[in-house]
């Protein structure tokens, strides 16, 4: 819908306030559906301009992106741990001993985190975004581990451990992670 060009200040004001309101609406009516939020604002392109639209949506999608990290919990038995928030933005190598933020000490919370979504038949999300990177020994220590050292198995962790990439950058990390896992499962025997 385009707005009649204003003729006066007032009615610049005017348009603008009621322009800010309908914003609103829209983010609150589409908090819950952030692809829908999106595409809401890149449509308003044409009546609040290119400028506005574009800090509008830059605005939109940090807020997005605030709210996932500060959900924990998914619901009463799922957990969420952003690597990047929760743990550290630059993980470092296998074990505590080689300095912060290892591959060990990442796994043990972990684990506590994973045992809990176990009993209570819930899931655990890894997101690995928002790095610098991951060492090959942190990512075989923190998922291998698990099983090499914890004692978890294949079919638990399949059922209750997801590892998220949301970007390709982090991609091939997830799947070093879960090549970790299977390689971890081929060296210990588990049972029938």
């Not at 809401?40 to 990290?69: H, P, Q, R, W």
């Not at 997101?127 to 060492?135: H, N, W």
């Not at 949301?166 to 025997?189: H, I, K, N, T, W």
Request: hydrophobic share 40%; glycine share 8%.
């Amino acid at each position: 819908m385009s707005r009649p060009h204003p003729e006066t200040i007032e009615e610049l004001i005017e348009q603008e306030n009621q322009a800010s309101h309908d914003l609103q609406e829209r983010i609150d009516g589409a908090w819950d559906v952030p692809e829908q939020a999106i595409t809401e604002f890149l449509a308003m392109e044409d009546e609040i301009g290119d400028n506005a639209a574009s800090s509008v949506l830059k605005f939109v999608t940090a807020m997005i992106e605030a709210n996932m990290n500060q959900k924990q919990v998914v619901n009463s038995n799922s957990y969420v741990i952003n690597v990047a928030e929760d743990f550290s933005t630059t993980p470092g190598g296998r074990y505590a001993r080689h300095g912060p933020s290892s591959g060990e000490e990442f796994r043990i919370s972990l684990r506590k985190m994973l045992r809990q979504a176990i009993a209570e038949g819930g899931t655990v999300v890894v997101r690995l975004d928002g790095t610098t990177g991951y060492d090959g020994s942190f990512l075989e220590e923190a998922f291998g581990g698990l099983i090499r050292k914890d004692g978890f198995s294949k079919a638990d962790l399949e059922r209750s451990l997801e590892i998220w990439a949301g970007s390709p950058v982090y991609r091939p990390f997830r799947d070093m992670a879960l090549r970790f896992m299977l390689q971890a499962q081929s060296e210990v025997r588990e049972p029938v």
